[in-house]
């Protein structure tokens, strides 16, 4: 596959995360793009505003030139009749996440994985270096709102930063320069089959590493390195570590700390972003950049100006009485990192979630700890769950979280129900938490809250 001599370029699922960020790359590159998916969004409206066509009919007879290059995503199904017209086509189908490896492979590449933190990490790698005027392109698999966008580029890419995703083990495409790995939980069983498959991926990920490249590791995760790679490890207030956030002060708002690494000590960085575990994020991305050339000023900019990252923790109404709180988290850790910034941020305050599960098979895997993380919450009100790829499977729905809970206040509801129920109850503080189309009821809800 020679990705430079593909210029028709037809992306099936190009409304996804990660593919419109690559479509946005190729686009930039004056490729020709166009692409499918299935339904109309925010996102896929911008595309078409940036000059990328894109059809909501997976009827071949809607296209209108041939392609070089097909690039799809596994979200999209089998039975999808673009993909049935392209393979009798003979044009040739890749998955994106072997696009990512050979856009990356000849360039100086930042890769970011871990089962959560991967997209603040990345998000905060690609500003900090683009604010310090570094030739970076940055693949994003959320909008940045310093940007508006799941693109950060300056038009060329000699520092390329993408997400290195488990799933699928596309990861393993990846071979980058400097590796990021910020978490091993259990997570993708239906992938995986037990944990000792997932951390054998990271391992063999980890060992994808250039020669003499660097591994930044969470303190206390193990990976079996080669001896010409070299393990940094970070850690939030823990003096065993190589890199260290210390004398954290949370005020006003904001969090101050200091990263100690010997000479390249920095003290007392304000940092817009809530909770303990943005501020490790913050330390890989720091790390990460220090090992790219970037200097202590230019860490200390990125990370006082960083806006965050749309659905991480995204507080969408503070005022005195009210507050609603959007988030990404799909993860049992995820979910409690989430609960207990709010509850540290809001002590005495009554915290109400919606949470809307992700897959069938993450439901089922791990619906004891959901429901202990879930139990950190004052109030639950749980959606039925988002199937994404999946067909259902029998027995598993939001109910067996729900018998798993221990906490009294807590119920199974409909989407269309959903905002009638919060009209009722006026919470103090709401939270919504999910991968799926919840952040599709964003708006509603802050209507409502608003009208309290």
């Keep these: 596959m020679n990705i430079e001599k593909a210029h028709r370029i037809f992306f099936l699922g190009i409304g996804g995360i990660g593919m419109s960020a690559m479509a946005r790359y190729f686009n930039a590159r004056g490729k020709s793009v166009s692409g499918y998916d299935r339904n109309a969004t925010k996102l896929t409206r911008e595309l078409i505003s940036e000059g990328i066509p894109i059809q909501y009919t997976d009827e071949p007879g809607n296209l209108m030139i041939d392609y ?35 856009i990356t492979r000849d360039k100086f590449t930042i890769a970011v994985a871990g089962t959560h933190g991967k997209t603040t990490i990345t998000s905060i790698i690609g500003h900090i270096l ?21 693109f950060i580029s300056r038009g060329t890419d000699e520092i390329m930063v993408v997400e290195a995703d488990e799933f699928d083990r596309s990861f393993l495409e990846l071979t980058p320069d400097i590796a990021v ?23 063999m990920f980890a060992n994808n590493i250039k020669p003499n490249g660097k ?36 005020t006003d708002g904001k969090q101050y700390f200091s990263i100690l690494l010997c000479e390249y000590n920095l003290h007392r960085i304000s940092f817009n972003m809530p909770g303990r575990h943005n501020i490790a994020n913050a330390l890989a991305a720091s790390a990460a950049c220090m090992r790219s050339g ?27 009485g009210k507050i609603y709180i959007d988030d990404y988290a799909h993860h049992p850790e995820e979910i409690r990192s989430c609960i207990e910034t709010i509850r540290e941020m809001n002590p005495g305050k009554k915290i109400t979630g919606v949470f809307q599960p992700h897959l069938y098979t993450r439901t089922r895997d791990l619906a004891d700890a959901f429901a202990e993380s879930l139990d950190l919450l004052d109030e639950a009100l749980l959606l039925e769950i988002y199937p994404a790829r999946e067909a259902p499977i029998e027995g598993i729905s939001s109910e067996l979280i729900l018998k798993k809970m221990q906490l009294h206040n807590k119920s199974v509801i409909s989407k269309t129900e959903l905002l009638n129920k919060l009209k009722e109850k006026r919470p103090e503080v709401l939270v919504t938490m999910g991968a799926g189309d919840i952040d ?12 309290f």
């Design 294 to 320: 970037a200097s202590r000023e230019d860490i200390r900019s990125g990370l006082e100006s960083y806006e965050g990252v749309e659905r991480r923790f995204d507080i969408l109404i503070n005022k005195p």
């Design 440 to 451: 599709q009821l964003t708006g509603p809800i802050q209507k409502i809250m608003n009208g």
């Design 68 to 102: 070089d290059l097909v690039v799809y995503t596994p979200a999209v199904p089998k039975s999808n009749k673009l993909m049935a017209y392209f393979r009798a086509a003979n044009i040739p189908i890749v998955k994106r996440a072997e696009v990512l490896g050979e």
């Design 130 to 150: 683009y604010q310090a005027g570094h030739n970076v392109t940055a693949l994003v698999g959320g909008i940045c709102k310093n940007y508006n966008s799941n």
């Design 215 to 250: 591994l930044i590791l969470w303190h206390g995760l193990h990976i079996d390195l080669r001896d010409d790679i070299i393990q940094i490890d970070y850690a939030v207030e823990d003096g065993g570590a190589d890199i260290i956030a210390d004398k954290i002060v949370r």
């Design 181 to 203: 790995i910020s978490s091993m939980d259990t997570d993708h069983l239906d992938i995986y089959t037990s944990r000792a498959k997932l951390l054998e991926s990271f391992n």
